[in-house]
């Protein structure tokens, strides 16, 4: 019988709300055309900055707390000297990890001004494909430096008197896959980091740096953490789940991330003892999401809520996680010309940036298992290494944070049955009086179903219910719920 345990007193961590972050990439639309489009005819665009006023309102309801750019694949070729300065001389270049033309229209200065106006902090990720480690510091000093130096002075040139203090800086874009330009052998790339990392601290000590992992559990993240322990911050996790057609594959995809946390947090353990190191070193998840198809539906929403589940029961070791992408690119929104559409995985989304922030509490759950015959073949890797670890899945997924500020208790609860509800019974440590229970359901009859420019059929409903112990909850949902606790 499927029940929920919560215990107040039983807290993991608070949740970071850096984990609902996001991500720009010079990739497909979702810059030029998403959140840039100076020349939108349907008047959407502020026609100072050229920014679409549409886009910024819904990533503003997503309170996001760091935007991480420009790539992803394509930093691993830029040049970010060319994205600065007067823009009819800034040059026009091929582009290699996407295979198109970049304008350089949209840059350094302009991405510091999106932020602003986003209320976001800036992250960078340094070019250490074809870039050098004087382009990186070059690019630290025009954009942080206070001094009287070339960069710095290039900067005030540019309008930008004050520096823009860009914090977290990451140390070169999955340089362990063979798509990456400049790919490189996990021993060279941490010889080459560690001096890297030494030099931009040199430059700026106040800054956060991120190493390069891999999927959290490769000896890639091994070797990379061995080396770069002392010198880095952040370690930095890439993981896409994919459906390959199936629902359950779909829903259970994030128990990987799951287990890759546990993993890293292990390897960042073993590295930290082996260097005598006691400084924080948790993990920057700085690209997740369902990825592959980009029109999502239903089963991708749970999918997402899953994932967002990981990260608030993981709270302990992951600091930062950024959705990848942002804006059009495998993303919660899409745009056109002449206006947007929410995707089915920006309700969850949405939610638990609203409201899953306060103490993560160990939640204890009783739920039927995933026992499906076949491992998804993409974590077919890591299944080896934990055998059952997949096959033991919950289909009911559950986080909770305690809100002390409001005596609250949030309970995240993603029903992941393709067709059975459950009525599932929460029991408390703690005492609970006649409440009102604030209840937000993301459901729809077909797990196909999915949003667009003509209507959404997936989206929240709320509703307010007296609380009975138990909840109802309806096959392949996701529930977010609001208690009061006395
Ligand atoms: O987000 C799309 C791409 O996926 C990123 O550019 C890359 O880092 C990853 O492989």
């Avoid at 690019?139 to 914090?167: F, I, M, Q």
């Avoid at 992941?416 to 440590?429: C, G, K, L, M």
């Amino acid at each position: 019988m499927a029940s929920i345990r919560i215990d107040i007193e039983r807290i993991i961590s608070s949740v970071d709300p850096r984990i609902y972050s996001g991500f720009i990439e010079h990739m497909g639309r979702c810059i030029y055309g998403g959140i840039y489009e100076p020349d939108n005819q349907y008047g959407l665009s502020d026609p100072k900055t050229g920014f679409r006023n549409d886009v910024l309102a819904v990533l503003k309801d997503l309170k996001i707390p760091i935007v991480r750019y420009p790539g992803g694949n394509f930093v691993s070729s830029y040049r970010w000297q060319d994205g600065i300065g007067p823009k009819e001389l800034r040059p026009r270049r091929p582009e290699l990890a996407w295979l198109s033309e970049e304008s350089n229209f949209f840059g350094t200065d302009e991405f510091i001004d999106f932020c602003r106006e986003l209320g976001t902090e800036p992250f960078i990720c340094l070019n250490m494909g074809t870039g050098t480690l004087q382009d990186a510091l070059a690019w630290l000093e025009y954009c942080n430096s206070s001094a009287n130096t070339y960069y710095a002075n290039l900067r005030r040139k540019n309008g930008h008197d004050e520096p823009h203090n860009v914090k977290y800086w990451a140390l070169g874009n999955e340089v362990w896959g063979p798509w990456q330009i400049g790919q490189q052998e996990s021993q060279d790339y941490a010889k080459k980091a560690y001096q890297w990392a030494k030099a931009l601290k040199l430059l700026d000590p106040s800054v956060k740096l991120v190493s390069c992992g891999e999927t959290g559990y490769a000896d890639w993240d091994r070797v990379i953490l061995r080396k770069l322990a002392s010198v880095v911050d952040f370690h930095s996790i890439h993981i896409y789940t994919v459906s390959e057609g199936k629902h359950a594959v779909n829903v259970i995809g994030p128990a990987a991330a799951e287990k890759a946390l546990d993993i890293t947090r292990s390897l960042i353990d073993l590295a930290k003892i082996e260097a005598g190191l006691e400084k924080d070193l948790t993990v920057c998840f700085d690209e997740w999401n369902k990825g592959a198809e980009e029109h999502y539906d239903l089963s991708d929403a749970i999918a997402v809520a899953s994932w967002l589940n990981v990260f608030v029961r993981k709270a302990d070791i992951v600091k930062i996680a950024c959705i990848a992408q942002s804006v059009n690119v495998i993303s919660p929104i899409i745009t056109s010309s002449q206006g947007l559409f929410k995707q089915t995985t920006y309700y969850p989304l949405h939610l638990f940036t609203n409201l899953m922030r306060g103490a993560s509490l160990a939640v204890h759950v009783n739920s039927p298992v995933y026992n499906g015959p076949t491992v998804p073949t993409w974590i077919k890797q890591l299944d080896t290494h934990t055998p059952n670890a997949f096959k033991l899945t919950k289909y009911i997924d559950v986080s909770a944070v305690y809100v002390e500020e409001s005596k609250e208790v949030r309970i995240a609860v993603v029903n992941r049955h393709q067709s059975e509800d459950f009525t599932v019974p929460i029991i408390f440590a703690q005492p609970v009086g006649e409440k009102t229970v604030k209840v937000y359901e993301v459901w729809s009859p077909q797990l196909g179903d999915k949003n667009g420019f003509e209507g959404e059929k997936v989206s929240t409903v709320q509703k307010e219910v007296d609380w009975e112990g138990s909840y109802v909850l309806k096959r392949h949902s996701f529930q977010g719920r609001i208690m009061e606790l006395v």
